[in-house]
């Protein structure tokens, strides 16, 4: 089992930048491909970014690319989601997941998923 726990959501206004982290329990952290999606309200869930196990593999959702940069730190098992230049659009609620199989932009591939950290961004 992997547990992940997401941080650094919040209130934002048009503009501005978050970083958010997500923390996972795990002995294997950089073997799996790590991912963050989004739910906005009302909603279906979304691609926003992946990451390979050592980093050298990302993809971006076209909504996410040039204004979002994923990361991840091994020696913490941590992974990172930077966020800049926030628009009204990107409110939604935020997850993290792990892959221990692939590398995708598909939700039904992921084994695993945090609870969620909430971003909204002020029109």
């Known amino acids: 089992q992997v547990q992940l726990v997401e941080s650094g959501g919040g209130l934002v206004q048009t503009g501005g930048s978050l970083r958010l982290s997500c923390a996972a329990s795990t002995r294997t952290f950089s073997t799996i491909a790590m991912g963050w999606f989004r739910q906005p309200p009302g909603k279906e869930r979304e691609f926003v970014s992946v990451?390979?196990?050592?980093?050298?593999?990302?993809f971006y959702s076209d909504s996410g690319k040039d204004r979002f940069t994923i990361s991840r730190d091994n020696a913490k098992n941590t992974v990172y989601l930077q966020m800049n230049r926030l628009k009204p659009e990107d409110t939604a609620v935020y997850y993290c997941a792990a892959s221990e199989r692939v590398l995708s932009r598909n939700a039904r591939v992921y084994d695993y998923w945090g609870q969620g950290t909430q971003v909204t961004v002020s029109s």
């Open positions: 990451i390979s196990g050592n980093g050298g593999t990302t």
